[in-house]
């Protein structure tokens, strides 16, 4: 086993241990280090790094784990924007005097002057896959139907998944209607076709 202090470059520690606290580096002195790999093995997995190994080495304490934080070794704590959840605005047009408007929808947590707030964000969980966009427009070479959901659009703007949206809805085709009604409660139900 390797030890974390044995794969930090010295300048490194010297300065991590003089950003940790005294309680810390008494828990650091507490543990014993182990001895670092034989030569043999080191030239075994020479393309090995110093993080892939810490990586593998348990953290014993807190302040171990403040120590590997300090030394680059785990990712940055997050970003007051990355905190502040998924924020949408979805603007409404044609699609009736109830339902045209402008709302403001906020997932994870759930808030907003949507009119149906918790549905929404349930539709783009359910919606949403690793790797696949949220909000992907119908593809160019799509076979769609020849028939009209009626003049109703819808833009969705704002930021879902940690990703910006700038997403634009329709309903003059197949498969805009079945891309719209993927996305209900966010967009407004409209029914079936005429």
């Given at each position: 086993?390797?030890?974390?202090?044995?794969?930090?470059?010295?300048?490194?520690?010297?300065?991590?241990?003089?950003?940790?606290?005294?309680?810390?580096?008494?828990?650091?002195?507490?543990?014993?280090?182990?001895?670092?790999?034989?030569?043999?093995?080191?030239?075994?997995?020479?393309?090995?790094?110093?993080?892939?190994?810490?990586?593998?080495?348990?953290?014993?304490?807190?302040?171990?784990?403040?120590?590997?934080?300090?030394?680059?070794?785990?990712?940055?704590?997050?970003?007051?924007?990355?905190?502040?959840?998924?924020?949408?605005?979805v603007v409404v047009r044609n699609a009736g005097p109830r339902?045209?408007?402008?709302?403001?929808?906020?997932?994870?947590?759930?808030?907003?002057?949507?009119?149906?707030?918790?549905?929404?964000?349930?539709?783009?969980?359910?919606?949403?896959?690793?790797?696949?966009?949220?909000?992907?427009?119908?593809?160019?070479?799509?076979?769609?139907?020849?028939?009209?959901?009626?003049?109703?659009?819808?833009?969705?703007?704002?930021?879902?998944?940690?990703?910006?949206?700038?997403?634009?809805?329709?309903?003059?085709?197949?498969?805009?209607?079945?891309?719209?009604?993927?996305?209900?409660?966010?967009?407004?139900?409209?029914?079936?076709?005429?």
């Amino acid at each position: 086993m390797v030890s974390v202090l044995s794969l930090v470059p010295r300048g490194v520690l010297v300065s991590a241990l003089a950003a940790l606290s005294i309680p810390s580096l008494s828990a650091l002195t507490a543990t014993p280090a182990t001895a670092a790999p034989p030569a043999s093995a080191a030239q075994a997995a020479p393309e090995a790094s110093a993080a892939q190994a810490a990586s593998s080495a348990p953290a014993a304490t807190a302040g171990g784990a403040r120590l590997m934080s300090a030394a680059g070794l785990m990712p940055p704590p997050a970003r007051p924007e990355d905190e502040a959840g998924d924020h949408l605005r979805v603007v409404v047009r044609n699609a009736g005097p109830r339902l045209d408007g402008t709302y403001e929808l906020s997932c994870h947590p759930t808030a907003g002057d949507h009119p149906d707030a918790a549905g929404a964000c349930r539709a783009l969980d359910a919606n949403t896959q690793w790797g696949r966009d949220t909000f992907a427009p119908v593809a160019p070479d799509s076979v769609c139907t020849m028939l009209y959901g009626g003049p109703a659009t819808a833009r969705v703007t704002g930021t879902w998944a940690g990703r910006p949206v700038d997403a634009v809805y329709d309903r003059g085709n197949g498969c805009e209607i079945a891309r719209w009604d993927r996305m209900v409660p966010l967009l407004p139900g409209l029914g079936p076709t005429a």
